[in-house]
């Protein structure tokens, strides 16, 4: 484990569950890459990240939290997986679905990489399904119309 990325880690979800944006952004690489892979969205550089953040912030209004039985380790060449968990409510539209107010615990586990000591990217794994019947609605959504979307 490479401490300074560690403790790069630390403050990037720092000012992610402060909703600071230009605190998030200065924790990304400029080439930053961010892959929902459950809705098949990505968003490249700071530009994206911000749309990235922004979307997460006025749907779920979320916070991660590491659960006690959740578990993450380094790879060999400084790599980052990860399971936490979205603690929030859905106060935006969200795949088409209006704004429920229901809470939402969701896990997820993300894949980070570096590159001169900022995050490169991000890869999002998630139960879509789950998440859908947390804010109510039993039925998944055509994703092809996403605009951050691209062919799998």
């Not at 403050?11 to 892959?35: M, W, Y």
């Not at 969200?94 to 615990?105: D, E, K, N, S």
């Not at 789950?130 to 055509?142: F, K, M, N, V």
């Not at 994703?143 to 979307?149: A, K, P």
Request: glycine share 12%; charged share 20%.
């Amino acid at each position: 484990m490479n401490p300074q990325l560690a403790d790069l880690v630390r403050r990037h979800l720092l000012a992610e569950n402060a909703q600071d944006l230009p605190g998030t952004l200065a924790t990304l690489h400029p080439e930053c890459r961010f892959e929902d892979l459950a809705t098949g969205q990505v968003w490249d550089g700071h530009d994206g990240a911000a749309a990235h953040y922004r979307q997460w912030w006025t749907t779920f209004d979320v916070e991660v939290k590491r659960g006690p039985t959740q578990t993450s380790a380094w790879t060999d060449g400084d790599g980052y997986i990860g399971e936490a968990t979205w603690h929030g409510k859905h106060v935006g539209p969200f795949l088409g679905i209006a704004p429920t107010g229901r809470p939402i615990v969701q896990p997820f586990v993300v894949v980070l990489a570096f590159k001169d000591g900022l995050m490169l990217s991000e890869r999002f794994h998630y139960d879509l399904g789950s998440l859908l019947r947390q804010i109510g609605d039993e039925t998944i959504p055509a994703l092809g119309g996403l605009r951050y979307r691209q062919a799998a």
